[in-house]
């Protein structure tokens, strides 16, 4: 420990944390590279590469990555292969087991044997650049992270860079956006304890008649047939319930490389053509909402082939992924474009009879496929793993016992005999995809069509791509592998035992939502419904309820009744929109009672509120604690304690719709005297006064939301130690917010652990169509992801007031913008 705390304090502390700052002046000479290549960078530190020829540019890229991000890089890597024990000694070794099971990394080692040779030279020329920067530096020389980790791994050394280790990253971005695999558990484990009704009060179908969808008119695509059902997971034992509860606990420990699954992991894109825009061409906004991190999940670049031709066609800056080549949300010369997740059913579970190393299918006992790995274990013993996989796919937990019952609409299986039964996952994500092509493909587009055709290729994770062209084109496209159930809808387990309950192919693209130029003018995705009730293909169930997307269509609407006219400036106000529904939604029931003590205090002060989450607001505190309050006081105890209200889009659909409710069940309790809505809402009131006054002192002048409205940016690995000075190294903040849950500027809380944020915009951009240089963007952190640097987190003031940067993109643009020139040559 004396070491740590050596590390920031004195000379060979800041001697130990700026030695593997990266030179970003001069000339380095770079192995592998054809000819010269310029990285200019800005005041912030974003890099400009420009290269003759695009093997350069994605080599120089690498090697970029490497200078400011290798440790995440790293990190990543061994995630996504399961093989964080290596670093972090026997404590991961559970981790490493569930991420061999799903085959991450093996699935990645098969897409990238399909690439085909001119993808697969730009990620290998992009894996020789980091290895390029390896052959230069090592341990403390890297990254700081490397020093902290020498104290308990001494010797480790990296391992060169391959084109698997960046097609594995996108494994772990389709694992945090799998959509709704934790509601399909919590639905089966609510079901051993409420009603079917109560099931479907907590799980409501999405307002169509209320809130917007993404495309206007529906499909007309056939849905496809639905044989059998889901397991009524109701009528099964005890066993079962452990068993999911066994593996809802995995899932939690999983590493949150984009945020822990949640209400508020999402996004908001939208488009405004250019007859609602002052200069007569496209704006195209976006901020995806995921956990925070430092260094940001995000890398802002961009890539210039020092002449465009079809043997380079790169021109293109936005936001990577470290450890990936290309770029992944922005720009060319010619489109834009954005992401939000479009949130498909793509995982299901299944229920197996499973005996010894077979598995039942149609009465049959079929084979699992089973393979042996090793899990290396820094300081501690090999430990020899064992996976097993279904027709479905992996079995990602043991059940044993005996479970009666199973389905009453399965007749031969409603006495089933003592055996073993475990959970077997179906993913998407799990099969060999395109997606690695489909970067480049958009990266290289220049319209509609060609832009459509990059889509096709992005199999997992699927999102809602929305497109902007300088012709004055808008657009939208849903792809993705979604698949086609016989049986069932998704949102329940399924038997494993028949095959008519497996998949029956996937979706094809040209059935998938599209929109192009539509008459409104603008287009909105904020994890919304695509397409109206009823419409195919079926994509999900478990939509976000569209609160965002219903404000954000309140303020495009608005400007367009009033004659205004979009400027880049107005479409970043979007985004730092405040407006909170279930406040609004709550008011009036609020307003209209007549209750003493604290809780008239309480509705005093929330009196004349604009319902807006602003940081210095007394009142959206004061609100944010009776919203809590409400939901622990008053449904969390008729709910298993393991799925606690959340808060988000979901409850304030489940609260708003109770609200015209006022005897029902839902709101009696926990004591006698509470029995109906008015009843509820009083004490939550009460109760939510002593609790402000408790966190921020009897003077309600002093009250803001941003006091307990917090972030700390948290290191995704030493930040999470639970050792302080470690933690101090490399965590950030706190950092007082505006926004909220299912507000536009969403910046998340989880209601059963508090006020802190968890989920945010990570990052914001707003391209302008007529003049890419008038476009701004935002980071969360930085570019650096060396701890103390100055540009570590030096967008983070900025991104904490939805401040934004100017964006330069042509060449003298960035060449105004530029502070530091590092030429790479051969």
């Known amino acids: 420990m004396f070491v740590v705390v050596v590390l920031v304090g004195g000379g060979l502390g800041i001697w130990t944390v700026q030695r593997s700052f990266p030179q970003v002046s001069g000339t380095l000479t770079v192995q592998g590279l054809d000819g010269d290549v310029s990285v200019q960078r800005d005041d912030a530190g974003i890099p400009t590469i420009e290269a003759g020829n ?77 290895n390029a920067y390896l052959s230069q530096r090592s341990g403390a020389d890297l990254s700081l992270e490397y020093a902290v ?106 590493p949150e490389l984009l945020g822990r699954a949640g209400p508020d992991i999402g996004s908001n894109s939208w488009v405004v053509s250019g007859e609602h825009t002052a200069s007569g061409k496209p704006l195209l906004a976006n901020d995806p909402h995921l956990g925070p991190a430092l260094p940001s999940v995000w890398y ?3 890539l210039r082939c020092s002449t465009v031709s079809a043997e380079c066609p790169f021109a ?6 470290s450890g990936m080549p290309g770029i992944i949300i922005g720009h060319n010369d010619r489109i834009a474009w954005g992401f939000t997740n479009l949130g498909p059913d793509v995982a299901d579970l ?28 820094a300081g501690g013993d090999d430990v020899p793993i064992r996976i097993r996989s279904a027709s479905h796919g992996p079995l990602v937990t043991g059940i044993s016992g005996e479970f009666g019952d199973i389905a009453a609409d399965y007749p031969a299986t409603a006495e089933l ?9 179906q993913w998407t994500a799990l099969t060999p995809g395109r997606t690695p092509g489909a970067i480049f493909a958009v990266n290289r587009a220049t319209d509609w069509e060609s832009f459509r055709a990059g889509a096709r290729l992005f199999d997992v994770p699927s999102q809602n791509l929305v497109y902007a062209d300088i012709e004055g084109n808008i657009g939208y496209q849903a792809p993705g592998l979604i698949p086609i159930r016989q049986s069932g809808d998704g949102t329940l387990p399924q038997p494993g035992w028949f095959a008519s309950t497996g998949w029956a192919g996937y979706v094809d693209f040209d059935s998938l939502p599209s929109l192009y130029n539509p008459p409104s003018g603008y287009i909105v995705t904020a994890n919304n419904a695509v397409a109206p009730e009823g419409a195919a293909p079926l994509l999900t169930r478990d939509w976000d309820a569209g609160y965002r997307a219903s404000r954000i269509v309140e303020l495009i609407e608005q400007s367009i009744a009033s004659g205004g006219r979009f400027t880049a400036d107005d479409m970043s106000s979007i985004q730092a929109d405040n407006a909170n529904a ?81 005897d029902s069940e839902w709101w009696a309790g926990p004591e006698d005297s509470i029995v109906t809505r008015d009843d509820a ?15 921020m002192g009897a003077d309600q002048g002093d009250w803001t939301w941003g006091e307990l409205h917090t972030l700390t940016i948290r290191n995704a690995s030493f930040g999470e130690s639970g050792i302080a000075p470690i933690e101090m190294l490399f965590n950030r903040g706190p950092y007082e917010l505006a926004g909220g849950s299912s507000v536009v500027n969403a910046v998340g809380w989880y209601a059963p652990e508090g006020y802190v944020v968890d989920w945010v915009p990570s990052m914001r951009q707003v391209v302008d169509l007529a003049d890419f240089d008038s476009s701004t963007w935002i980071n969360l952190t930085g570019a650096s992801g060396h701890a103390f640097h100055a540009n570590y987190v030096d967008q983070t003031p900025l991104w904490q007031k939805q401040k934004t940067r100017p964006w330069p993109s042509t060449p003298d643009a960035v060449t105004e913008a530029t502070r530091d020139t590092l030429t790479l040559e051969p």
């Open 54 to 130: 695009a093997h350069d540019l994605f080599l120089a890229q690498g090697f970029v990555h490497a200078q400011d991000r290798f440790w995440e890089m790293d990190f990543r890597r061994h995630v996504t292969s399961g093989r964080l024990s290596e670093l972090f000694g026997e404590s991961q070794v559970g981790t490493d087991t569930f991420v061999r099971t799903l085959g991450w990394r093996a699935v990645a080692e098969q897409e990238v044997k399909l690439l085909d040779a001119e993808t697969l030279g730009w990620y290998q020329a992009y894996a020789d650049g980091v």
């Open 300 to 302: 802002q670049m961009g």
């Open 316 to 321: 293109v800056t936005g936001f990577s992924f």
């Open 417 to 425: 005999p003592e055996g073993r039964y475990e959970l077997s996952l």
């Open 350 to 377: 299944y229920l197996e009879k499973v005996s010894g190393d077979t598995v039942e299918l149609d009465g049959v006992a079929t084979p699992l496929t089973v393979r042996e790995e090793t899990v290396k274990v």
């Open 582 to 662: 279930i406040a609004e939604r709550i008011a009036p029931f609020i307003a209209d009672l007549a209750p003493s003590g604290n809780a008239r205090l309480g509705k005093q002060l929330l009196d004349g509120w604009d319902f807006h989450d602003d940081a210095n607001s007394a009142q959206s505190a004061y609100f944010n604690i009776f919203w809590r309050n409400l939901l622990e006081g008053t449904f969390a105890p008729k709910l298993p304690d393991d799925i606690p209200p959340a808060g988000g889009s979901q409850w304030f659909q489940v609260v708003g719709a109770l609200l015209d409710e006022p």
């Open 681 to 695: 809402l009083t004490l939550a009131l009460s109760k939510a006064w002593t609790e402000a006054v408790q966190l």
């Open 149 to 254: 980790l020498g104290l308990q791994n001494p010797g480790y050394e990296p391992e060169k860079w391959t084109p698997a280790d960046s097609v594995a990253w996108l494994k772990a971005m389709a694992w945090d956006l799998r959509s709704n695999l934790e509601d399909e558990i919590d639905r089966a484990l609510l079901a051993m304890e409420l009603t079917p009704e109560q099931v479907a009060q907590i799980y409501p179908p999405y307002p169509y008649a209320a809130n917007p969808t993404i495309v206007p008119s529906p499909s007309a695509v056939p849905a496809p047939a639905s044989v059998g059902s889901a397991i009524p997971m109701a009528t099964t034992t005890d066993g079962t319930v452990d068993s999911l509860l066994e593996l809802r606990g995995v899932l939690q420990k999983m």
